[in-house]
């Protein structure tokens, strides 16, 4: 995967199934648990069921999370997880994002323009 620096605006390197803003928040949930289920994920992210549902569809068919469903009870429920190349790829693309961000940092001050 390309670092921040192989290009001048730092952007190769991101993942973009990963960076938009609902799917960054998915992963991030998942990263640090084993698995979370489906009405977790959905209260503590703000998004609805359908708009979670279709934000898991293009990671769960690139391989990147697993969607386990099961009875408890009377209740269907969803338990997602990170696969091991998901996990890879979305610590890969948080050190993307912080190498981005220290490179930045790095760079001089812009000349402020007193016209």
């Known amino acids: 995967m390309a670092s921040p620096t192989d290009s001048p605006n730092g952007f190769d390197g991101l993942d973009r199934l990963i960076h ?9 949930a998942l990263f640090n648990c084993e698995s979370a289920d489906f009405v977790f994920l959905r209260k503590v992210i703000g998004l609805t069921a359908g708009n979670l549902s279709f934000h898991l569809g293009r990671p769960e068919k690139d391989g990147l999370v697993t969607l386990n469903r099961h009875l408890d009870g009377r209740t269907t429920r969803t338990d997602v997880a990170l696969t091991p190349p998901g996990r890879d790829r979305v610590d890969q693309h948080w050190k993307t994002l912080e190498q981005l961000r220290t490179t930045m940092l790095a760079q001089p001050a812009p000349e402020e323009n007193h016209g």
């Open 20 to 28: 938009d803003p609902a799917r960054l928040a998915i992963c991030t």
